[in-house]
């Protein structure tokens, strides 16, 4: 069904693919900006995609029916360790044979999104620095420019943000040993270390990411000598106390800077925020794009939902839109902000608050109830 109305998306990244996907397959006209070259250097990140994510990809048209291809690595177990004897685990629920989420060549993702949109026939591109006269005005503008985007501000839009004092290097290893399927990730006090299943579920490959003092960083970042690189291999080996053998660089690391931070507000005149251009968060939970997804799954709903005759960006639409994302965006924030600051605080070095934290992570990890809770909000149940 053809729906009156057109929608402009801003940005280029995989939530605004989404959004325009989402939209067209609604019926709206959908402009996005005119593609660009792609970059010469790809992105070295895998992204953990949750149930939500998927559905909303499924609806996109670019994720496979099966939940079976060669680029998706299924994600069945996650075990994290504190600094000291702490321990949590989490496992996919057997009766429902689903796993916790799958690990995505970000590449991948972004190429099957590009090549949607350009196929989708209610989809054009423009150029909005200077638009033709063909283009009709919008009644719904989306930007998802990413957290550094022009038009946010240019609204006069505020995002309050803060930098953690850490990057995230991304790197690429491959295991001695098969991961099955396991995601580990470690919380030592100074850093955060994460080693991600790829490349099927018996598969040795591993997306790592490594969350440091901004401090430290850059030593690995400088690396031009075999022996660097077999330092950064054994550094990775012993900080993941060998639980997969050693482990052999393939590629990276490429650094990343890390901030939480939350848009004023998500919407304006006929105008919705989504994605990273109306918050990030520290990527130790895996969740930013997640939220993202769930940004323009929501917004699509809420378009869906509106009244007969009622234009795609009225008030009232947008208002729905806001509350729903604003009251599941907050939360998951303040759980990842907390946790990068129990594990990374000069205050809790001493032997007791380290024993402290660690018997309450173990401690949670016995609590089944919450800990199911957890484990669904992550898989965006
Ligand atoms: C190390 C690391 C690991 C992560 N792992 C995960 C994970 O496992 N799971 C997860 O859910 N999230 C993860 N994230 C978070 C994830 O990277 C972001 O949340 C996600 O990329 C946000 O997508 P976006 O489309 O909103 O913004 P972006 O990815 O920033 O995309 C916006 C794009 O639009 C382009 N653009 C901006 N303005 C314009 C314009 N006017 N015209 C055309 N193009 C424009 C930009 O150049 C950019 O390419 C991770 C982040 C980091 C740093």
């Known amino acids: 069904m053809t729906q009156s109305g057109h929608i402009t998306v801003l940005g280029a990244g995989i939530t605004a693919h989404a959004a ?8 709206f006209s959908v402009s996005l900006p005119a593609p660009q070259a792609p970059p010469h250097t790809r992105d070295i990140r895998a992204y953990a995609i949750n149930h939500t994510s998927r559905d909303t ?57 590009a090549e949607a949109v350009t196929r989708h026939a209610r989809v054009q591109f423009d150029d909005h620095a200077s638009p033709s006269a063909q283009t ?4 719904l503008t989306i930007i998802c420019e990413g957290k550094s985007g022009i038009a946010r501000t240019a609204l006069g839009i505020d995002m309050v943000s803060k930098h953690y004092p850490h990057r995230a290097l991304a790197l690429r290893m491959r295991a001695e040993h098969s991961h099955g399927g396991v995601a580990h990730q470690w919380f030592n006090g100074t850093h955060i270390l994460a080693l991600l299943p790829m490349g ?14 901004d401090a430290a960083h850059q030593t690995w970042l400088d690396m031009e000598t075999t022996a660097q690189t077999a330092a950064l291999e054994d550094q990775l ?24 931070g939350l848009t004023t507000q998500w919407i304006a005149q006929q105008t919705a925020l989504a994605g990273d251009a109306a918050h990030t968060i520290h990527p130790l939970a895996g ?4 939220l993202g997804l769930a940004d323009v799954q929501t917004l699509s709903d809420c378009v869906a939902a509106r009244a007969r005759g009622e234009s795609p ?3 009232r639409v947008l208002q729905r839109y806001q509350r729903r994302r604003r009251a599941a965006t907050e939360p998951m924030q303040w759980v990842t902000h907390g946790l990068f600051h129990l594990f990374n605080n000069p205050l809790g070095r001493n032997p007791a608050a380290s024993w402290l934290r660690n018997a309450g992570m ?14 669904r909000v992550g898989m965006g149940n």
């Open 57 to 113: 990809l499924k609806a996109c048209g670019v994720w496979p029916q099966d939940d079976q291809a060669a680029w998706l690595t299924p994600m069945t177990h996650m075990r994290v360790f504190g600094d000291a004897s702490g321990a949590l685990q989490f496992d996919a629920p057997p009766q429902q044979a689903q796993p916790l989420a799958w690990m995505v060549d970000v590449p991948v993702l972004e190429d099957h999104l």
């Open 136 to 139: 009709p005005p919008s009644a």
């Open 200 to 213: 099927g579920a018996d598969g040795h490959d591993l997306a790592v990411v490594w969350s440091l003092p």
């Open 362 to 375: 173990s401690g949670f990890n016995a609590m089944g109830p919450l800990k199911s809770w957890v484990q």
């Open 237 to 260: 080996t012993q900080a993941s106390q060998g639980a997969l053998g050693h482990l052999s660089l393939t590629s990276g690391p490429v650094a990343f800077p890390l901030s939480v």
């Open 20 to 27: 325009a996907l989402l939209l067209a397959e609604q019926g």
């Open 313 to 315: 960006g009225a008030s």
């Open 287 to 290: 969740q930013g794009l997640n």
